[in-house]
């Protein structure tokens, strides 16, 4: 019997310590969903960025720069006197109107109110982020911003919808330096 017991427990040994065989898996992604999403964002892109030529080519008398961020601006004041460009930690206070792209006004500054952001380190749209790095104090903008700059597929779930792309006007009213005391 002690026998039997022991050449179980060797076999049983024997046979767990075998290698083990991976098992496949019962459903195989594809890639197929992946590209279908970049064609579709792509296609967005073009479609936005077709009508904001549209709209700078209509407003013959502005002048639109693209950014190196992937949206379009105006300057629509400048404060000649003031050249110091916000940096990181400095606190901008602004306001700003947002349209959609047929110039439609979305949320008026009232609605909005001053706002006060802490250069990259806060959360605010990208457009708005890299916007306002552009600006001076007493400054004021227009921005173009295709949809994936601002909110994207999501809409702020308010107003604003899916993949609309945007119209901002900012006023940047004062810029504090990170370095500067209260």
Known sequence: MKISFLLFIISLTIISCSDKIARKPVVRKTATFMKE????NKSLILEEENAFKKLIKLDSLSTYVSSSN???YTVEEKDSSNKYM???G???TY???VYDINNSIIYTSEEIGEQVYFVDQQEIVEGLRNGLKL???GDKFTFLFPSHKVFGYL????????N???IYKVQLNKIKKKNESN
């Open 95 to 97: 306001t700003y109107e």
């Open 135 to 137: 600006m001076s104090e």
């Open 70 to 72: 992937g949206f379009w």
């Open 90 to 92: 400095d606190e901008l």
């Open 164 to 166: 609309q792309p945007l």
């Open 155 to 162: 809409g702020d779930q308010k107003k604003i919808s899916i």
């Open 86 to 88: 916000p940096k990181f």
């Open 37 to 40: 999403s970049v064609l579709h």
